[in-house]
């Protein structure tokens, strides 16, 4: 298995657990205002989401649509998870399927704030996985000022390791 490979599992492992988790919360407080630059929590989840879609558009070579990175419409925590698992599933099955010739070549697109820009395939997946783990940082705060404790989704408790005392 080659690094990309490896990171996409970890990201769909970690974005399966975390929106578990995330999932037994109240709607009330996923959408409840958060001093956060999305707004609450479920909007940071969609964020990710949807610049997830953003990037495998890029990928695919066709237009996403989006101009903006925080959407209007934010769907409730049942569908958000099903489509995060669906876009995760997909980023296994790319990463599986690209060739290492592939994974170099670079694809050019343009910001949604405006801007050209240029990547490999192989630096847009390590992006992809990077950013969610940022938000998922982002959101696991919020939990803790619930009061609840979010799953530990480190790569190394991915890679085989286990967590001591939640760390």
């Given amino acids: 298995m080659n690094y990309v490979q490896t990171l996409t599992r970890y990201k769909a492992w970690a974005d399966d657990l975390f929106l578990s988790a995330v999932s037994k919360l109240p709607a009330s407080e996923l959408a409840a205002p958060r001093p956060i630059v999305f707004g609450s929590l479920i909007r940071t989840l969609n964020h990710s989401y949807a610049?997830?879609?953003?990037?495998?558009?890029?990928?695919?070579?066709?237009?996403?649509?989006l101009t903006t990175r925080n959407p209007e419409h934010c769907p409730e925590i049942q569908e958000l998870a099903t489509a995060q698992r669906k876009m995760d599933n997909w980023y296994v099955a790319y990463a599986d399927s690209i060739s290492d010739l592939e994974l170099g070549r670079t694809v050019e697109f343009e910001f949604i704030g405006g801007g050209r820009g240029a990547l490999s395939r192989s630096n847009i997946l390590l992006h992809v996985v990077n950013h969610t783990t940022y938000h998922r940082g982002q959101a696991a705060d919020i939990l803790y000022?619930?009061?609840?404790?979010?799953?530990?989704?480190?790569?190394?408790?991915?890679?085989?390791g286990q967590p001591v005392d939640g760390y």
Avoid: I, N, R
């Fill in 145 to 160: 000022q619930l009061d609840v404790v979010p799953p530990t989704t480190d790569l190394p408790v991915f890679l085989g």
């Fill in 51 to 65: 610049m997830d879609y953003v990037w495998q558009s890029h990928l695919l070579g066709k237009p996403h649509g």
